[in-house]
């Protein structure tokens, strides 16, 4: 028996998160620890992100979101730029028949408009093909900043308290939260983080408020199901409380 078999039978099938959100960090080191140049890291990347996806869709998530770009990210040499946005179209055009085969749906949030036009018709086309799927929703954030999001949301209900759709008394969280661009998603369970960083990095900042986060040292591209396997058992075992007692 596999490790992860080993592990995957200790799973509590009942107790599983809704919502996993990952941020994917560490694939430049990984790339420097065997002196390849960091794009190298990023290509390893995508491995990892298949792999993590067929796990989740096969144990029973329902929703897993991934931090694949970031606003911040444009600040990165062109070249490194370049390959994220080529590894990404690479990735929805090749994994369509794949997700198809295993009820995918794809989604993603972020600035979308503001990424390649090639990246937005090729992302456009695979929402498009999954979007009958039922099974686990694979989130891709995407020129993605927690600060531009909320900015985004402000704007849009500013919007229509002038237009005098909502009332400025009227607003609350819950109002709030429909602005947002994952307003049709729950908030995450579980966060976890590659690389050991302890930090949220932009990432989700209004939807991780009760998020339980589970960091570890392993790179990304050095990711498997055990490691997702463990987070998910280090889950299990925490008692969740949102504030009470
Ligand atoms: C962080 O590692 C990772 C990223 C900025 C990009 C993540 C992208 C991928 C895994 C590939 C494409 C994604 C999909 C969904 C197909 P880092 O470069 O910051 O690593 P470092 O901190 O070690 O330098």
Redesign the pocket.
């Known amino acids: 028996m596999t490790e992860a078999n080993e592990l995957e039978e200790k799973l509590d099938k009942a107790k599983l998160p809704c919502h996993i959100a990952i ?10 620890k065997r002196r390849l140049p ?1 794009v190298a ?6 491995k ?3 792999e993590i996806v067929r796990a989740c869709g096969e144990i029973g998530i329902k929703v897993l979101t ?5 606003v911040e ?1 444009w600040k ?1 040499p062109r070249r ?1 730029v370049d390959t ?1 946005m080529r ?2 179209r ?3 055009r090749r ?1 369509i028949p794949n997700l198809n085969k295993n009820r995918v749906r794809l989604m993603a949030i972020g600035r979308l408009k503001e990424l390649p036009g090639k990246v937005q018709e090729t992302l456009e086309k695979a929402i498009k093909s999954t979007e009958k799927n039922d099974g686990l929703i694979l989130n ?1 954030a ?1 020129n993605y900043g927690g600060r531009s999001e909320i900015v985004d949301a402000v704007k849009g209900l500013a919007k229509d308290v002038e237009k005098g759709i909502c009332k400025l008394e009227e607003i609350n969280e819950e109002i709030f939260e429909k602005y947002l661009y994952t307003s049709h998603l729950p908030d995450p369970d579980l966060l976890i983080r590659t ?1 050991g ?1 302890h930090r949220v990095s932009n990432f989700l900042l209004w939807q991780v408020s009760y998020s339980e986060i589970w960091v570890t040292p392993v ?3 050095d990711f498997r199901r055990r490691h997702l396997l463990e987070a998910l058992l280090d889950y299990q075992r925490r008692e969740r409380r949102f504030g009470g007692i």
Do not use: C, K, Q
Request: without cysteine.
């Open positions: 941020i994917m960090d560490g694939n430049g080191r990984w790339a420097r960091r890291g990023h290509r390893a990347g995508v990892s992100v298949r991934l931090y694949a770009f970031s990210n990165r490194e994220l590894l990404l690479e990735f929805l994994e891709l995407i690389s960083e790179y990304w591209p």
